[in-house]
């Protein structure tokens, strides 16, 4: 089991990581059952690579029973329709923000066995992703939900 990495100031969770070379490297290979069952324990719907100390461009959830291996994943549209979430995070123990994400995105990746794939995620899953693809990019709800308030509170 994988030790989960925590706190809002914590320098990896506030770093934009590393694209993973190969794919089916041996380190790589292994870690992918180890975020899964990490996940697991933790009750978790996703987990990123910075959760578990690996400054690495990778990430794994669990969705409607189905599980996702996210390797090197960008996003690459967002739908205009917005969704609000409350969200927690296990890097967050016991924080919720509500959080305004697309209600529609498409993205590529690797899957586990390093091939490219493309998809389009709606709903839950939409909203999953981003909330992993933020970690990859040293991104917390918590600094996010500090940027939406910052955006709703201009005033002219
Ligand atoms: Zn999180």
């Not at 933020?134 to 939900?145: A, K």
């Amino acid at each position: 089991m994988l030790k989960l990495i925590t706190g809002d100031t914590t320098e990896i969770l506030l770093t934009k990581t590393a694209l993973v070379k190969d794919p089916l490297s041996p380190e790589i290979q292994a870690l992918l059952p180890q975020m899964i069952e990490t996940m697991h324990k933790e009750n978790g719907v996703g987990l990123a690579a910075p959760q578990i100390d690996k400054s690495l461009r990778l990430a794994v959830a669990e969705v409607d029973n189905q599980v996702y291996y996210f390797i090197n994943p960008e996003i690459t549209s967002y739908s205009q329709e917005k969704i609000v979430f409350e969200e927690g995070c296990l890097s967050l123990p016991g924080q919720f923000f509500p959080i305004i994400r697309s209600e529609e995105i498409t993205l590529r990746y690797q899957n586990e066995k390093g091939l490219p794939k493309k998809m389009r995620a709606t709903g839950f899953l939409a909203i999953v992703i981003q909330h992993e693809v933020d970690h990859l990019d040293g991104i917390l709800i918590i600094n996010r939900y500090k940027k939406q308030q910052k955006k709703s509170s201009i005033i002219l």
